[in-house]
């Protein structure tokens, strides 16, 4: 219940503002004779719509979880390096092995520690919708925080016209009390939003960002600020991992991410497939 608190806090928070702009704020505009606010109404309805489905899909969509492996050997563990160096486009890139899940984490992979699991491409763990950000529920997020962005402007211009447009403007409560939510909301919401955007012209992720994992000109996983974001938005979403070796009846995907594996390969579609990639045990 307690990690779940700020998920349902955001939930009921969204939720109810909507609710009490329509039924003050939205209702007095429709009726309103000055001015047709239908079309713009009707497109502010849309975009809350767009943002509850985003919203949920983040928060309930397969981040890109990695199947654990079965612990191996203990005499085999003593020699298990704790990292292994690839070469992805001439730049070094060390994958740690994960004591919990009994692999090398692939490129971009991280631990989540709230959720105790590996996340492809991890981005990081968000509270709010209680859930890691990741490779497959990235796209989610992001047009989360543009539609909530939209959502939360129009709102906010909306109950500041009908604040506006009062006599006595006091009079207008509900109104005023949704144009405070907006205003303390806006400025964290959409500061994410240019940061997520700055990161996509960087090709990085958060986690890749805050432990400064590439320094300048480094990162080997861009590919300028479109290509980025084709990859991310155009592309269909990758297939989850969790449950693959029992529908496929095929070995693990990542077994060549254990202690004694050799080679290296990645899904088909992977970005990554077209780098060339070298393996080599280390213990720095
Ligand atoms: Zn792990
Ligand atoms: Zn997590």
Known sequence: MCKQFPFIAACIVLISATVVFNVFTARALWQSKEFNFIPI???EEIVFLFTLL???QAAFTDPGVLQREKAEDDQNDFHTPLFKAVI??????RLKY???CNFYRP???????MCNNCVENFDHHCPWINNCIGRRNYRF??????ALSIHILMVLALSLYQIATQDPPWKEI????IACVCVLTIFPIMGLLFFHIALLKMGLTTNEQVTHKFPSNTNPYTNGFWHNFSVIFCRSKPLRYVGYKSLCKQPARLKFLSS???????????????????VENTNV
């Not at 992805?88 to 890139?93: D, F, L, Q």
């Not at 997020?141 to 543009?146: A, G, I």
């Not at 080679?263 to 088909?268: A, E, M, P, S, T």
Request: charged share 15%.
């Open 260 to 278: 004694a594996g050799k080679d290296y390969q990645l899904q088909q579609d992977d970005t990554s497939s077209a780098y060339s990639i070298n």
């Open 141 to 146: 997020f992001f047009t989360f925080l543009l």
């Open 174 to 177: 509900p109104s005023m009390v």
């Open 88 to 93: 992805i486009r001439n730049v070094s890139v």
């Open 98 to 100: 994960c004591d919990s």
């Open 41 to 43: 109404l009707v497109i």
């Open 107 to 113: 490129p971009r992979t991280s631990h989540c520690s």
């Open 54 to 56: 985003n919203f949920f």
